[in-house]
């Protein structure tokens, strides 16, 4: 850099004699203010020769990976990014590796399948396998034991089971996993209910809580300073949700509307042993993909009715084996309704004590294929068009309860002494790949349109039943040419002249007939 000539002259004061001044060379390191002077003896700078050698700060991280999926390393505040990236993967659990599936799966609680068996090598089984470990959770076990899978699978009809393992969080704290990538949704409000008297502590996951003292509905503010990862923490015993209006993560207004891009936030939920979902508990939370319900420590259900509805990224749910010392039951309308990427929902050992109404229940999950389901109402798999197997132990009367599961090929009802007997109006209209209908219990009514456009099927079987049932209006509308109605031989001359069951007189055939036909 040159001194203008201007500046060349005499010394301040009118001295006389010449300016002394420097040629200075100067390297730049960093990227700050730098003041530049001359050195002792001189009188000011003539020109300055600058190098720029400006290196970042970068950061050497070690990076520990407890947890399968996507991870996003970045540098610590301070630093202009990474140098190097040491990583140790400690995955703990059987999760690591997915299995094939086979006739009985053990899962993990995203739905990872650990262990899978032939119904012949797991009834050889003399325990169950390994339970998997997480950091950050206790193992609670299989939500079946051995002998109850042994005793479901002994009948030669019954060959699928699937049993889930179930989980509670190591500090027995609530937690809410959250992921703030908006600026506009950095001040949720949490909405829940404190139903005791313990004191509540509400660790918002940045150094920041909040206290409750009282019993009673809250609708909390908290303002985060930053985008991010956090976990909310609470601990002790509270519901969430309640009401048709009510979200665990709001605007602070009664406009549902306005909620979704907090909702949106939560990413996976970990419930304590003592904490629960009222109505509409966890409904709308579309972004969540799971979502841990641990055995009972106190009485009342973990969820009840709508509590998933519109959870679209939810893909596994496994329901916890019941504590004895505890009562509850589970009551599931609409419970997981419009939860499109749903595969599974594992329901737990007490299929006859504490699953109640299923109406709506799996209403157009559409990723739903094979499933087994302790009871049926009406509407439970309505639109589930990707279903293909499905294993009822206990049937009330309800319609629609598969109507348009249009890839539908087998239904299996169990016999069991509560079931209603009775197939209400369109329970399998529009399901064009069933295939074969043949019921293990009693058929007592089989109402309008029951099976219409069922074009596939090549026999419905009811002979197990030891009397007729009452048949409704075109209840096989659509029937195939070569279909066969297959009935006890001692009812079949009834059979053939009962109410509405004479227009399908030529399709009916008694059992021994069709056994020969299977023979010959």
Known sequence: MDIPSYLLGKKAGGGGGTVNLQE?????????????TADP???????????????????????????????????????????????????????????EEKDVNFYDYDGTCLYSYTKDEFLALEEMPENPTHDGLISEGWNWNLQEVKNFLSPSYRKYFDIGQTYRPDDDKTRIYITLDDEEALDPYLHFYNGDSEIKVIEWGDEQTDTITTTGTFNIKHTYSKKGNYIIRINGRIYFGGGSTDSILNDGSTNTDQHVIYLNTIKKIELNSSSSGNTYGFRNCAKMESIIIPKRSVNGSPFTNYNFINCYNLKFVVLPYKDSN?????????????????????????????????????????????????????????????LKNVEIN???????????????????????????????????????SLTNYKSYIQITSIGNYCFQNCFSVKKYDFSNNTSIPTLGTNVFSGIQSDCKIIVPDDLYDDWIVATNWSNYASYIIKKSDWDALQES
Not at 24 to 36: C, R
Not at 340 to 348: D, Q
Not at 349 to 355: A, H, L, P
Not at 396 to 418: D, E, H, P, V
């Open 394 to 432: 206990d049937f009330y009367s309800g319609n629609n309860s598969f109507q348009n599961c249009s890839s539908l090929k087998n239904a299996n009802f169990i016999q069991n002494l509560t079931m209603s007997g009775i197939l209400s109006q369109y329970c399998f209209s529009n399901n064009f």
């Open 41 to 99: 003896g001189y009188d000011g700078l003539k020109k300055v020769a600058l190098t720029t050698n400006v290196q970042p700060d970068l950061q050497t991280k070690n990076v520990t990976i407890s947890s399968n999926g996507t991870q996003t390393v970045t540098n610590d505040i301070g630093y202009d990014g990474l140098s190097s990236v040491e990583i140790t993967t400690n995955v703990s659990g059987g999760g690591t590796v997915e299995v």
């Open 326 to 386: 505890y009562s509850y039951g589970y009551n599931m309308r609409s419970a997981f309704q419009n939860c499109s990427s749903l595969k599974k929902v594992i329901f737990s050992g007490e299929i006859n004590t504490i699953y109640n109404n299923l109406a709506n229940c799996f209403q157009d999950c559409i990723n739903l294929k094979n499933h087994y389901s302790p009871k049926v109402s009406g509407n439970t798999f309505y639109g589930c068009r990707n």
């Open 24 to 36: 200075k060379s100067v390297t730049v390191t960093t990227n700050d203010t730098q003041d530049i």
